[in-house]
């Protein structure tokens, strides 16, 4: 009884300044859940909003395509991460030839007729025009390609970068860039509805969709501009 009676004195007595016999306080150790960085510790790497990657290239014209070299991809998805996480405005568009946009018939799950913008469509765009419809045409990029997205990063190819369809009723679309003395150029851009919920015959159908409205138009020039 003298033992615990002494036990307890000395435990009701912790915080006192006349009991030296009180151990130390510990500190919990910190939660990994909720513990910022470590003094010291490297800090993480950003998602990337661009790699290298596939991309279906059924609806990019043999004359659009490029084959790059390691270094030029690499060059490439630089650019792609530093246009696509910033308010930079990025790519030039070519002011000969300006750029050139198609898109398949959308997949909305609703009976037609279906309104205009839903129809497959293909589109030439100078100056002013063409930096209007790049903008748009990035912000579909940021929506899929964002380190959050679960789709995400964007998909590089050679000179094609594509993002897929966040899932039904969306659609998959990429950009074609063309190299130039004074840097990657915008050459044309493309939507087609594939989101894997589509049978096989669909998909491919937008993707020839495409691919006509872009050779269709690949021989266009702006106003004013001499042919290349």
Same mark, same amino acid.
Request: aromatic share 6%; charged share 20%; hydrophobic share 40%.
């Given at each position: 009884?003298?033992?615990?009676?002494?036990?307890?004195?000395?435990?009701? @007595?912790? #915080?006192? %300044?006349?009991?030296?016999?009180?151990? +130390?306080? $510990?500190?919990?150790?910190? *939660?990994?859940?909720?513990?910022?960085?470590?003094?010291?510790?490297?800090?993480?790497?950003?998602?990337?909003?661009? =790699?290298?990657?596939?991309? /279906?290239?059924?609806?990019?014209?043999? %004359?659009?395509?490029?084959?790059?070299?390691?270094?030029?991809? *690499?060059?490439?998805?630089?650019?792609?991460?530093?246009?696509?996480?910033?308010?930079?405005?990025?790519?030039? =568009?070519?002011?000969?030839? #300006?750029?050139?946009?198609?898109?398949?018939? *959308?997949? =909305?799950?609703?009976?037609?007729?279906?309104?205009? %913008?839903?129809?497959?469509?293909?589109?030439?765009?100078?100056?002013?025009?063409? +930096?209007?419809?790049?903008?748009?045409?990035?912000?579909?990029?940021?929506? !899929?390609?964002?380190?959050?997205?679960? /789709?995400?990063? =964007?998909?590089?190819? !050679?000179?094609?970068?594509?993002?897929?369809?966040?899932?039904?009723?969306?659609?998959?679309?990429?950009? $074609?860039?063309?190299?130039?003395?004074?840097?990657?150029?915008?050459?044309?851009?493309?939507?087609?509805?594939?989101?894997?919920?589509?049978?096989?015959?669909?998909?491919?159908?937008?993707?020839? $969709?495409?691919?006509?409205?872009?050779?269709?138009?690949?021989?266009?020039?702006?106003? @004013?501009?001499?042919?290349?």
């Amino acid at each position: 009884m003298r033992l615990v009676s002494a036990a307890l004195g000395v435990l009701v @007595g912790c #915080g006192a %300044s006349a009991a030296p016999l009180c151990p +130390e306080p $510990v500190a919990p150790p910190p *939660d990994p859940a909720t513990a910022g960085p470590q003094a010291g510790a490297e800090p993480a790497e950003p998602e990337p909003w661009a =790699i290298r990657g596939e991309c /279906n290239l059924a609806g990019v014209p043999e %004359s659009m395509r490029q084959t790059l070299t390691d270094e030029e991809s *690499d060059a490439l998805i630089a650019r792609m991460h530093e246009w696509l996480e910033s308010d930079w405005h990025g790519f030039a =568009i070519p002011e000969q030839t #300006g750029m050139l946009f198609a898109k398949s018939e *959308d997949d =909305i799950g609703a009976d037609p007729p279906y309104p205009r %913008s839903f129809l497959a469509q293909g589109v030439h765009a100078c100056s002013l025009e063409g +930096e209007w419809l790049l903008a748009g045409i990035k912000q579909a990029f940021r929506r !899929h390609g964002a380190p959050e997205s679960r /789709n995400a990063p =964007i998909a590089c190819a !050679h000179n094609v970068c594509c993002y897929t369809a966040l899932g039904e009723y969306d659609s998959a679309g990429g950009i $074609v860039f063309a190299r130039s003395p004074n840097g990657w150029q915008v050459r044309a851009a493309y939507q087609a509805a594939d989101n894997g919920t589509l049978m096989q015959e669909t998909i491919d159908g937008s993707y020839r $969709v495409v691919r006509g409205h872009l050779e269709r138009l690949a021989e266009e020039t702006c106003a @004013g501009e001499p042919a290349p």
